[in-house]
């Protein structure tokens, strides 16, 4: 049973922006963690940004400043809007999410961490 769909993928030139989507089906809890993890052929997958049922945000470095997370709760909703888009962040883009947990830092929680995962969506950066 899927619970995480992503959408909002494409292909941009560098410099442009992409808006990604995920909507999660499951049940709602008070806490929770979600996050954008991102994959590119040949690499391992890597955490790109997380957000807490709080409120707060965890970035990589890779993409601080340049990224932003953000989630509505009203329609089960997480968001990962990318401005200044560069060549290396041309991968698979997957939403994942843990429910009852709490997730805190300076960064992304490594993918171990998340139970449910989207089915990801393209983004390719020319």
């Known amino acids: 049973q899927v619970q995480l769909v992503e959408s909002g993928g494409g292909s941009v030139q560098a410099g442009g922006s992409l808006r990604l989507s995920c909507i999660d089906s499951g049940e709602t809890y008070s806490s929770y963690c979600m996050g954008w993890f991102r994959q590119a052929p040949g690499k391992e997958r890597e955490g790109v940004a997380a957000i807490n049922s709080a409120g707060a945000t965890m970035y990589a470095d890779s993409v601080k400043g340049r990224f932003t997370i953000s989630k509505d709760n009203a329609k089960k909703a997480l968001y990962l809007q990318m401005d200044s888009l560069k060549p290396e962040d041309t991968a698979i883009y997957y939403c994942?999410?843990?429910?009852?947990?709490?997730?805190?830092?300076?960064?992304?929680?490594?993918?171990?961490?998340?139970?449910?995962w989207g089915q990801g969506t393209q983004v390719t950066v020319s």
């Open positions: 994942a999410a843990r429910s009852l947990a709490v997730c805190a830092g300076h960064y992304p929680p490594t993918a171990d961490f998340f139970p449910k």
